[in-house]
């Protein structure tokens, strides 16, 4: 059987090492628009994006493998379609 002390940093280490894992969750819930420096929730926004890339007949790829210039169409596309006001400014 463990004493304390070791139990307790066998807790602690592990706590340490999932602390990243868990509130990484809530980094990723959100998408960054560089151009207009504000956020989006990500749930809503892959919607738009596959709404742009049909809408303007282009194939599926994911936005940041897309070069700068089609990378800046998006934003302004999504700019002028935001009628539910997702974003958050921060």
Excluded at 21 to 35: K, L
Excluded at 62 to 77: I, V
Aim: charge should be negative.
């Amino acid at each position: 059987m463990r004493s304390f002390p070791g139990s307790c940093a066998t807790v602690v280490l592990a706590a340490a090492l999932l602390a990243p894992a868990i509130t990484g969750c809530a980094v990723h819930a959100r998408v960054y628009d560089p151009y207009y420096h504000d956020y989006h929730a990500r749930d809503t926004e892959n919607g738009y994006y596959v709404q742009w890339e049909t809408n303007t007949h282009r194939h599926h790829e994911d936005l940041k493998k897309r070069d700068k210039d089609e990378q800046k169409d998006y934003w302004d596309w999504r700019h002028n379609h935001d009628h539910d006001h997702d974003h958050d400014q921060h």
